[in-house]
């Protein structure tokens, strides 16, 4: 494969994502509760429940509106469209260096080594064997 090839692929891959950012599975775990205050007020209000008298057993329920939910989800699909077009972006710089008349391996490797960990592995192992195989892995 010539370097204007590996190029060509990379390109391709930022293109891909572009156009359909939903192309993979992503997994969110959150763990334990958070709470943020929007105006006055305390910002948690807990309700226990379980346990009758003398009972040492208590439980916690907290509740998120519909409301809260879009809001959350709103955020998230900013955050993440706004991290996608910084992937989307290097990509696109890697791709363009490939192309120059000299390429610099030190600025592909820290492009590719800047490919943040939530990156699909099969993109940052295809751009990190592409630029190995042209100089990037400097």
Avoid at 121 to 132: G, N, P
């Amino acid at each position: 494969m010539t370097t204007h090839e590996a190029a060509d692929l990379i390109e391709q891959m930022a293109k891909s994502l572009e156009d359909d950012p939903a192309q993979f599975h992503i997994e969110l775990a959150i763990t334990g509760t958070q709470v943020s205050v929007h105006g006055g007020g305390t910002g948690l209000n807990v309700q226990t429940t379980g346990g009758g008298a003398g009972s040492r057993t208590t439980g916690f329920s907290s509740v998120a509106s519909t409301g809260d939910v879009r809001i959350t989800q709103g955020k998230a699909d900013r955050e993440f469209r706004a991290r996608l077009q910084e992937v989307v972006g290097t990509l696109r710089q890697i791709a363009a260096e490939l192309r120059a008349t000299a390429p610099d391996g030190k600025k592909i490797g820290g492009w590719v080594r800047g490919l943040a960990e939530w990156v699909p592995l099969v993109i940052r192992t295809l751009v990190q064997t592409l630029t190995a195989q042209h100089g990037g892995a400097q």
